[in-house]
Each structure stands twice: as structure tokens, then as C-alpha cells.
């Protein structure tokens, strides 16, 4: 019986061993990657990047769907009383057009501080990749979707659906229907309706999760791949 338990702990010993060095490996990985997307080993310091200024309107547009890339800075959605879509920016941002959907690209955003992009309007979709700073979205949204997101996400208002991939850093989201976030490092905190529960699927967390949320209605939630804290509570 004593050769059991030793073994027992000494094999569960291992696996915590294990499991440790898989968490390190995937945290070295996914940080170098975003340094590597970002070029953050070549960047100027701070005394040499561009003060962006005052924010100017940047032009409205007829369309219910924004996505954006390759964006440093400050990003506000706020909802808006008309349906032509308003952006405000002080960054060079490259906006076009195609059908119901605006794209909002920047490839020199990277030499300037204090970078700010607004967004108002009455949108149902909007899009994110490849951004570093902090997100904040003030009007609801029938569909999110982020990608390559390094900094912060925050939204105000409730979401539909999120859907999520590659995000380093802190999201706290408010969501009414369906949730699926893949490779987060950082700190996720999902905020569902009062009297909502969650039908909560988890793969491959290293960390902390807590289920707070309580009710009989349910919200579907598919959580993988995140290192770091999970936080399901009630509204």
C-alpha cells in the first residue's frame, strides 16, 4: 500500500510538471507571436513616435458592418441616432467600402501615441483584428468577432454572439446569446443576463474558472486554449 501511494503521488507529481511546462511553452509562443506580428522588437520608443493630434471626422457611411485592422490605439463604438455610419479618428486610417460592410485599415498607425479611433452609428456586425490598445464598445451588437487582439476589450452594452481568437490581455464582455473564445492569455470575464444560467464547455484551461451565473434559461459558452482567469457572472 505505501509503494502505491508513492507512486500515485509521485505520478500525479509529474503530471502537475507536465502540465507547467506546456503552460510556459504556450505562453512563450503566443507572446512572441503577437511581438512578431507587431514588430514591438523594432518599434521607436516613446520620444520618437508622432503626437496624432486632435480627432477630425474622417466621413459617414451608409453600412451596418465595420471591420478593422491593423490598428494602435484607442477604439470607442458608440450607437448612434441615425443609420449612416460616423468615424472620427486623429490616426491615418485608410476607410473603404464594400456592399453593407466598412474597413477601416492603418498601416502607419504604429508611429503614432495617443492614437483614437470613434465609430458611432446603428451597427449589427463589427469586426476586429490584428489591434493593440484598448477596445471599447458602448452600443449592442448582434455579432462580435475578434482576432489577434493584444490590449484590452471591454463592451457596455450586450452582444449576441462573441466569437473570439489569439487575445492577450483583459476582455470583459456582456453577451445574451452564444460565446466561443479560443487561445486567450490574460483574464476573460463573461457577463450574461439576470436569470441566465450557462451551458458552460471547457478545453484546455490553464488557470482559474468560476461559474457564478444562476438561472433556468441558458447561454451557450465554448471556452479552449486560455491561460489565465475565466469568470462567468450575472448581469
Known amino acids: 500500500m505505501l509503494v502505491m501511494r508513492k507512486g500515485g503521488l509521485l505520478g500525479f507529481a509529474l503530471f502537475l510538471l ?24 523594432n518599434c521607436h520608443c516613446e520620444s520618437s513616435l508622432i503626437e496624432a493630434g486632435e480627432v477630425r471626422e474622417i466621413g459617414t457611411y451608409n453600412a ?9 490605439g484607442r477604439l470607442v463604438v458608440e450607437g448612434g441616432n441615425s443609420s449612416p455610419v460616423a468615424i472620427y479618428s486623429n490616426l491615418p486610417i485608410n476607410v473603404s467600402q464594400k456592399g453593407d460592410k ?24 463589427l469586426e476586429l483584428g490584428d489591434v493593440l490598445g484598448k477596445i471599447e464598445i458602448r452600443t449592442p451588437l448582434k455579432i462580435l468577432k475578434t482576432e489577434d487582439i493584444l490590449g ?22 456582456k453577451v ?18 439576470s436569470g441566465y444560467g450557462v451551458n458552460l ?17 441558458k447561454i451557450d459558452i465554448k471556452i479552449s486554449d486560455v491561460i489565465g482567469r475565466v469568470e462567468v457572472v450575472n448581469d
Open 18 to 41: 507536465v502540465l507547467f511546462i506546456v503552460g510556459l511553452v504556450g505562453l512563450t509562443l503566443l507572446g512572441l507571436g503577437f511581438l512578431s506580428f507587431h514588430h514591438l522588437c
Open 64 to 72: 451596418s458592418i465595420v471591420k478593422i485592422a491593423r490598428i494602435y
Open 102 to 125: 466598412v474597413i477601416i485599415l492603418c498601416k502607419e498607425c504604429s508611429k503614432y501615441r495617443n492614437g483614437e479611433i470613434i465609430i458611432r452609428g446603428n451597427l449589427s456586425e
Open 152 to 173: 484590452e476589450v471591454e463592451t457596455y452594452s450586450p452582444v449576441e454572439i462573441f466569437e473570439s481568437d489569439d487575445i492577450m490581455g483583459k476582455v470583459i464582455i
Open 176 to 193: 445574451v446569446g452564444r460565446v466561443e473564445v479560443g487561445d486567450i492569455l490574460g483574464e476573460l470575464k463573461v457577463i450574461v443576463p
Open 201 to 217: 464547455e471547457i478545453d484546455e484551461v490553464l488557470g482559474k474558472v468560476r461559474n457564478k451565473a444562476k438561472g433556468e434559461k
